[in-house]
């Protein structure tokens, strides 16, 4: 289990690690290492998905370490409440980004071991803290600079994390 402490309140996680067991433990490890501590959760989109893990405060970006393989062939959904890493369009590109499902996006499942079929590697569920999700995708949302999309206008952070063994 791995609670969140967020500037909206506590979001308590449970952990895949028999479905997903590289995916866990590279979130554990960042997470014992400190590196979500003050962290955004810079995208939010109500409807789909709220986004954090990479971005400090000013939209400094984290340093991250190697990527993982995507296990997302684990026969879990993309559904209301679960967790999943977030990647670039190579599907084995995720590193420390993760996305909360806030719909049941079932096109975010994997379909085949293709680039386009692969899929977002769901690792966690929330099993407590799903109303604190939905205050946070409720949030009102902006572009900032150039590229970045659907970012809080008020930062959302999240500031430290708590690992139960």
Do not use: W
């Not at 791995?2 to 506590?10: F, P, S």
Request: proline share 3%.
């Amino acid at each position: 289990m791995v609670t969140l402490h967020t500037t909206h309140g506590d979001i308590t996680l449970n952990l895949f690690a028999d479905k997903a067991p590289d995916t866990v433990a590279n979130f554990l490890q960042y997470c014992r290492d400190g590196h979500y501590d003050n962290t955004l959760f810079h995208r939010v989109i109500d409807g789909f998905m709220v986004q954090g893990g990479g971005f400090g405060p000013g939209f400094e970006e984290k340093e991250t370490r190697a990527p993982v393989q995507n296990e997302a062939d684990n026969g879990l959904s993309n559904k209301v409440g679960t967790v999943a890493m977030a990647r670039t369009m190579e599907p084995h590109s995720a590193t420390a980004q993760f996305f909360i499902n806030v719909n049941d996006n079932d096109f975010l499942n994997f379909k085949s071991a293709t680039s386009q079929g692969y899929g977002y590697c769901v690792f966690a569920e929330v099993v407590e803290g799903m109303d604190v999700v939905n205050k946070i995708k409720g949030v009102a949302t902006g572009t900032r600079g150039y590229v970045h999309q659907d970012v809080p206008m008020d930062d959302v952070l999240i500031t430290g994390v708590t690992v139960s063994e």
